[in-house]
């Protein structure tokens, strides 16, 4: 079965949908704070899919029936491995056995992902990673070929199995979309078999982050890593673990999987850990079927993810196979930070118009000319001296943050239910010439915000992760001449970099370094004849293939993007493709 893509749609006001539906743009009334200080009014909130609780747990009462039956375990998206020399032939499984009980304070952000299809009657079962309130990694066999948001249901919040409808304190939630590598194959073992679940919620529970791209210390050959699952206990039974179980096992070389598995394994897509299976359950520790999904933690960061091994788990001398997330880290902090405003996984864009203060949302269109498409009125900004999109209390609602003529900076966010409401973040931000928000900086999973003062000085302030901002740390003095501007992580190494534009027309890329200070590294030269350019704006990835793009406006109003390569200095971007011209006529981008 083919899976099938839900976009949400755009929901308007009631009398605005025949004019929408003609083609007509409606144009929203202004909003006034008191004191007559514009505001934004109202962006178009999407219409999220629906799954009442009812429906959740019939999904969920499915997989469990299924799972008891034996009719399922994990999805079938498996590959058959080749048998190597020393390795008996059979269809790889993904796979704690010998692990020991693990309690939810430990391991808050585990989660269970049941699907249950009644057409057809499949279920299936896998664990995941809460990466962000409404983002799950999982493993992409989980999700490859199965439509999660029509049979989908996410428990969160307990360490135990349902059963039935009693959900043990947890609580579940259904899917909104899902990502699969694009580079996963489910014929083979290669690909980077990684996926990203958006939820139809954000939960409050703690998230852990993938660890970064330059990690080399958490792959080291012996260095401790645990893993979490509710899977199988033993190989001669297929019952799952009603509770959370946990096992330490220790990293191994590439080469002791390459013996073992031949060209199965896959160096740099995946990461080998655990001592040789005893060939029985006594002496062997492993994941087993049913922790598909689930993490290999290290060092408080993930790893890797529950990918596959030997049927049954304990055949002598296996290891245990996991994708490896310091490869994918790029692409997949692409999916959990979407910087989208129309929920189809790209990167939009928010521009005012100089004439009327008119704002619109440009739709981006993915990879194909001319990469913004449609927009959507929201209104009268005029007045406002910045306006950003960004999402920062990580609802997966791209907020607003603008500032107005006293210098105020507001938070204009999504209130999880069906409107926007204005977070004041403080006074004072008029003494700011330039503010961007690129990502999280600091390393904590939170995104900060960096603004650079009228002396020149860059400041970082640390994201909280709920619209506002903690103690600033200066970056340093000296940007009185740069334009600073970037969202994302250009170099793909899993940290977000800043792009600057020095008084000569020189773009410069500051790598992050993953922590508040110093927070950007030695700045790499991108290229000269930037100053072509009036205008930047930067929201992320416009189409779509993980990578961070660059918009720019030159002098006479047409604009141009640059697709990001991933790579650092000159190789940053591909040649430019124009968007379009008229471009000129907006003041204000985001």
């Known amino acids: 079965m083919a899976p099938i893509s839900r976009r949400p749609r755009l929901g308007l006001p009631a009398a605005a949908a025949a004019l929408a539906l003609g083609g007509a743009v409606l144009a929203a009334a202004p909003a006034q704070a008191s004191g007559g200080t514009p505001v934004p009014p109202q962006p178009a909130v999407t219409e999220r899919p629906s799954a009442s609780q009812t429906e959740l ?26 048998a190597s020399p020393t390795a008996s032939s059979g269809t790889v499984d993904p796979k704690i056995i010998g692990g020991t009980q693990a309690s939810l304070s430990e391991a808050p952000w585990m989660v ?107 792959y080291s050959n012996g260095t401790p890593a645990t893993v979490y699952g509710w899977g199988r206990t033993s190989s001669t039974s297929d019952d799952l673990s009603l509770t959370l179980r946990k096992a330490t096992v220790p990293m191994r070389s590439d080469s002791a999987c390459t013996t073992y598995y031949g060209s199965d394994f896959v160096p740099g897509q ?64 692409a999916r959990i930070d979407d910087a989208d405003l129309d929920f189809d996984g790209l990167a939009d864009l928010f521009a005012r118009r100089t004439s009327d203060g008119e704002g619109y949302e440009y739709y981006s269109l993915g990879d194909k000319w001319p990469y913004l498409g449609n927009r959507f009125s929201i209104g009268d900004w005029s007045g406002l001296s910045l306006v950003r999109q960004a999402d920062l209390n990580r609802d997966f609602y791209q907020d607003y943050l603008y500032r107005t003529p006293d210098g105020t900076l507001y938070d204009f966010a999504f209130n999880g239910s069906d409107s926007y409401q204005s977070i004041r973040i403080g006074g004072g931000w008029n003494v700011m010439r330039d503010i961007r928000v690129p990502g999280d900086l600091s390393g904590d999973g939170l995104p900060d915000l960096v603004a650079k003062d009228t002396s020149g000085i860059l400041w970082l302030y640390p994201g909280k992760g709920n619209g506002v901002f903690g103690t600033r740390v200066k970056i340093g003095p000296g940007w009185s001449s740069y334009s600073i501007t970037g969202k994302g992580d250009y170099n793909n190494d899993g940290k977000p970099d800043l792009l600057a534009r020095d008084g000569s027309g020189v773009l410069w890329m500051y790598p992050g370094t993953g922590k508040a200070s110093p927070a950007l590294g030695t700045r790499v030269k991108v290229g000269s004849g930037w100053n072509t350019y009036n205008a930047f704006a930067t929201a992320g990835d416009y189409t779509g ?46």
């Open 57 to 82: 747990l019939a999904r969920i009462k499915g997989s469990e029936t299924a799972l008891k039956d034996g009719t399922a375990a994990t999805p079938t998206g498996e590959a058959t491995a080749d």
């Open 112 to 218: 269970q992902l049941h699907y249950y299809d009644a057409t057809t009657g499949e279920g299936y079962f896998c664990g995941g990673t809460l990466v962000a309130p409404a983002k799950v990694l999982t493993a992409a066999h989980c999700v490859y070929g199965l439509n999660w948001a029509d049979n989908g249901a996410i428990v969160a919040g307990t360490s135990q199995l349902p059963d039935g409808s009693d959900l043990h304190g947890g609580r579940a939630v259904g899917v909104w979309r899902q990502w699969v590598n694009p580079t996963y194959n489910p014929n083979t073992t290669a690909g980077g078999d990684l996926a990203v679940l958006t939820l139809t919620e954000p939960l409050p529970y703690k998230t852990l982050q993938l660890t970064s791209s330059s990690d080399t210390a958490s």
């Open 270 to 333: 995946m990461a080998c850990a655990g001592n040789p299976a005893t060939g029985q359950d006594a002496g062997t520790v492993s994941p087993c079927n049913g922790d598909s999904g689930g993490p290999l933690v290290v060092n408080g960061r993930i790893a890797g993810v529950v990918s596959w091994g030997v049927t049954d788990c304990v055949e002598s001398g296996a290891y245990s196979v996991y994708a490896k997330t310091r490869s994918y880290v790029g692409p997949v902090n």
């Open 545 to 590: 293939d993980g990578k961070p793009d660059l918009l720019a406006r030159d002098g006479s109003g047409v604009m141009w993007i640059y697709k990001g390569t991933g790579l650092s200095g000159s190789s940053a971007f591909k040649s430019r493709a124009q968007v379009g011209a008229g471009w000129g006529a907006f003041n204000l981008f985001g």
